[in-house]
């Protein structure tokens, strides 16, 4: 089990890293948030490159997204799956919601 990071990377880009749980102890301790945010994006839904608005875990609840990042990488992630956004400068990353149904994620903002 892994959760996917999205970070700047020295270019300005941003990208992957997977980080699992076996060997990212401080992710499975408890953690300060500041609050939770649920959003629902219709099928198609489509956000262009933009960097993350703060440190969040986004975790897709329902249908699937598609989340490109400035290296050109395309990931998918459904329900269960976990994103930690830290790509706050530089280009960003696009999101599109690809699944036949809305997409309902939970956003825990960290700052």
């Known amino acids: 089990m892994a ?4 970070y700047t990377g020295p270019d300005g880009k941003s990208r992957w890293e997977d980080l699992p749980l076996d060997s990212h102890p401080e ?18 839904f489509f956000a262009d490159w933009h960097p993350g608005p703060r440190r969040q875990f986004v975790i897709t ?17 459904g329900a269960g799956q976990v994103n930690l956004i830290e790509d706050l400068t530089g280009q960003g990353h696009t999101t599109r919601v690809v699944g036949s149904e809305p997409r309902l994620a939970a ?3 960290l700052e």
Do not use: Q
């Open 27 to 44: 992710l499975t301790k408890l953690m300060e948030a500041k609050g939770v945010v649920f959003n629902v994006n219709p099928p198609g």
């Open 3 to 6: 959760i996917a990071r999205i």
């Open 61 to 77: 609840l329902s249908s699937e997204v598609e989340i490109v990042t400035g290296d050109g990488v395309a990931h998918r992630f």
């Open 107 to 109: 956003t825990v903002h």
